[in-house]
């Protein structure tokens, strides 16, 4: 990558003054600690602000080795916090607090030049770097101001190991010092207040309360009533002690001449009134003469933030249909009980309960009333929980109980059985009435299975065993249900020579630039052209190729047929873009998929940009595995998407280390855009979470005008779907290539 001109001309700069990469530099200019100490002094605001920030980063990025650092605006080190072992190393180099970086004599490095281009943040990743010591780091700065005279202050910068870089944490840091440049600017036009005319307390949204001396109250505002339920007649003159958990804060302000910031309190006054969540703030307060006037407190509503934030995690853990706990939930809390059961010995019981015959409802009644039925399904469940159980809705008309502690398998057949009575009642749904049965598997762990995965499988396995025996009926798991039927061998038979013949075709769906309509990609799809059966779609086959080990030879064959398609197409002078091929978790998993990919690169002659490998969130869940194959992949040259995201199991402290390009949203959650603020909420939250990460975001599923239009006002990147073009043949999207691109261009 092409670097920077301003580091290239600090570069040539040093290089031209003599400087030696090899030797390290000794700062010329060094605070002793009596100059050091006065200079904290002077910045001693500046700092508990900074701290403040700075611990929140190193708290958000916990087990990233980094040491923050702030320098005033002549680059003096004034303080350093963070990673022990970095500040050891850089501490024996010479580099700590007291020290000051020049151009001239510390060579190219992020606090001079943070402050020279005091505009724009700043990074010097690995050889940025003059000297050769600091090649293997990645260091971040910004400046930071009063932004009210433009006064420039400092600098805060981050330092950390080349391997650990991140365009994150320059996102972070900007925001970062944006919060300090905000919380200084308040603090100092609070200071030029004076402090008895300051407060104009029934004109903020603040709740304001003002003590004397002897801890009375002086004034209690509007928002002070709101926040404490409590009436202004009733509190003034009372003391602040009877303010319950605040009032010991700022009774401590006047006693002790204790300070407190953002500290976080709610207000419940009864079950009829709106929950408050504020930040509270307790002072002392003294005149000119430094003494005792009495003391203020203040609290901000952060109560939209809070439900915000609770309706975020809230969307991403529960289905929107029937408010179950969906996957992700599921496979967030189960392995947990599974740990917890290792250590004990305990039993837990997975059951897999399916509806039967739901889909010949759905077809009959339409998706409208399917899901009305679902609703109810869910409400019964939910009223046969017992304590400490839940239920999830894992997709479609499946749910998956847990049941910890289960005991022997008689108790656990016998509350599935209680499960299963629940569809004895009819569903009466518009006036008539319905007999809906399920089936349901159950798993034993550790008998059945020693991961939640395994488990899953398993009593997805049992439930069907169970379907087959009839209806409403349940069944434990056992190694003989995998046998296979006739069907399925004759299935798996012809799957083999399938790969024989070479009887598979690639279907190619476009993926288009959401703003100016440009064609960006194609992902390629497997089909399966029987030779008496016709086309075989692949949900008939996958999951069979999948259990015999079959689809590691069908992945190795659509990665290679796919570069050669968009070799091919590039050599007859279609525009290059790329082709997104789909990964298998036993691809994924395999040591050699690295191997493969370079050989397939390299006997195709595809540019490896070409190329975009899409996993889904499923298989990032072993990241001791994903983490290093991810970036060995990426250090390929080629593009890494994550497809499905948000229906899998994936952590936001693990997505941000993980090597990839960008999220393809879920076509489920770009359907029900068309459905309500849900489904859009859903959507415009992983697409600004993307964002904030540097990802890219393809929308898969685009049906309707509709929904294109949302995802270009929320900034999507690309979409792909039957809006513009299902998937074809390569034959017929090259001979129609020209047709399909202006229907591209008129439809966006």
């Not at 190795?556 to 290059?576: D, F, H, I, M, Y």
């Amino acid at each position: 990558m092409e670097k920077p001109e301003f580091i290239v001309q600090s570069n040539l700069f040093c290089k031209d003054i003599g400087m030696d990469p090899k030797v390290i530099p000794f700062p010329q200019k060094i605070l002793s600690p009596a100059e050091l100490k006065h200079r904290r002094e002077e910045y001693d605001e500046i700092l508990s602000v900074v701290s403040f920030f700075g611990e929140k980063i190193l708290h958000f990025l916990k087990g990233t080795p980094l040491l923050l650092s702030v320098s005033d605006d002549n680059g003096f080190v004034l303080h350093m916090m963070g990673d022990e072992m970095i500040r050891k190393t850089v501490s024996d180099l010479g580099i700590r607090a007291g020290i000051q970086f020049t151009e001239s004599i510390m060579g190219t490095n992020v606090v001079n030049l943070s402050l020279k281009y005091n505009q724009s943040p700043i990074q010097l990743i690995g050889d940025d770097h003059f000297h050769e010591y600091l090649h293997g780091s990645a260091c971040y700065a910004v400046a930071f101001r009063y932004t009210d005279i433009n006064d420039l202050l400092g600098s805060v910068s981050i330092m950390t190991a080349k391997e650990f870089q991140n365009p994150m944490m320059m996102t972070m840091l900007a925001t970062t010092v944006d919060s300090i440049e905000r919380e200084l600017l308040l603090r100092k036009q609070n200071r030029k207040l004076n402090i008895l005319n300051q407060i104009i307390t029934d004109n903020t949204r603040n709740g304001i309360i003002l003590t004397n001396r002897w801890g009375e109250i002086t004034s209690f505002n509007q928002y002070a009533e709101l926040f404490t339920g409590k009436s202004k007649e009733e509190m003034l003159g009372t003391n602040v002690q009877q303010l319950a958990s605040m009032g010991e804060y700022i009774y401590e302000a006047i006693n002790n001449g204790s300070t407190y910031e953002d500290i976080q309190i709610t207000f419940e006054h009864s079950a009829t009134e709106e929950r408050q969540v504020g930040l509270f703030d307790a002072y002392p307060l003294f005149d000119e003469k430094k003494k005792l006037l009495g003391a203020f407190g203040q609290f901000r509503s952060i109560t939209e933030r809070v439900i915000a934030e609770e309706k975020y995690n809230y969307l991403a853990n529960h289905d929107d249909l029937t408010k179950l706990p969906n996957r992700r939930f599921y496979m967030d809390k189960v392995p947990h009980l599974l740990q917890h059961a290792s250590s004990t010995g305990d039993q837990v019981a997975i059951v897999c309960l399916d509806l039967d015959r739901f889909k010949i409802i759905n077809d009959t009644l339409g998706h409208s009333s399917g899901d009305l039925l679902l609703v109810m399904v869910a409400e019964r469940l939910k009223e046969i929980l017992e304590d400490g159980e839940f239920v999830a809705r894992m997709g479609g008309d499946e749910f998956m109980f847990v049941f910890n502690n289960a005991g022997c398998q008689e108790v656990v057949l016998e509350r599935v059985k209680r499960i299963l009575q629940i569809f004895k009642e009819p569903f009466n749904l518009d006036g008539y009435e319905f007999h809906l049965t399920a089936s349901a598997g159950i798993s034993i762990y550790p008998k059945d299975g020693h991961d939640l995965e395994h488990l899953m499988i398993t009593a997805d396995t049992a439930m069907y065993s169970a379907k087959k025996r009839g209806l409403n009926m349940s069944a434990l798991y056992s190694p003989e249900m995998n046998i296979t039927t006739r069907e399925k061998i004759v299935l798996e038979s012809s799957l083999r020579k399938a790969i024989e013949n070479n009887e598979f075709l690639l279907y190619y769906q476009p993926q288009v630039n959401i703003r100016s309509g440009e064609l960006k990609g194609v992902e390629a799809l497997v089909r399966w052209m029987h030779p008496t059966k016709g086309l075989i779609p692949p949900n008939d086959f996958i999951p069979i190729a999948e259990e015999t080990g079959l689809i590691n030879q069908i992945d190795r064959w659509v990665l290679r047929t796919a570069c050669e398609q968009n070799k091919k197409w590039q050599e007859q002078g279609l525009p290059p873009f790329r082709v997104s091929v789909n990964l298998s978790s036993q691809e994924f998993l395999d040591d050699a998929l690295v191997d493969v990919v370079k050989d397939v690169l390299r006997d195709t002659e595809l540019e490896p940009k070409y190329l975009d490998l899409e996993i889904t969130e499923t298989m990032t869940m072993n990241v001791d595995h994903a983490i290093p194959m991810l970036r060995k992949l990426h250090a390929l040259g080629i593009q890494i998407s994550m497809d499905d995201f948000g229906t899998g199991y994936s952590s936001l402290n693990y997505l941000k280390n993980f090597s990839i390009n960008r999220l393809k949203i879920d076509q489920s959650f770009v359907r029900d855009i068309s459905k309500g603020s849900n489904g859009m909420n859903i959507v415009s939250i992983i697409i600004a979470m993307a964002r904030s990460m540097n990802l890219e975001v393809v929308a898969e599923g685009v049906e309707e005008k509709e929904q294109l239009r949302f995802l270009q006002i929320q900034k999507c990147n690309e979409v792909q779907g039957y809006y513009f073009s299902p998937p074809i043949p390569a034959e017929e999207f090259e001979a129609s290539y020209a047709d399909l691109i202006s229907r591209i261009k008129k439809l966006y």
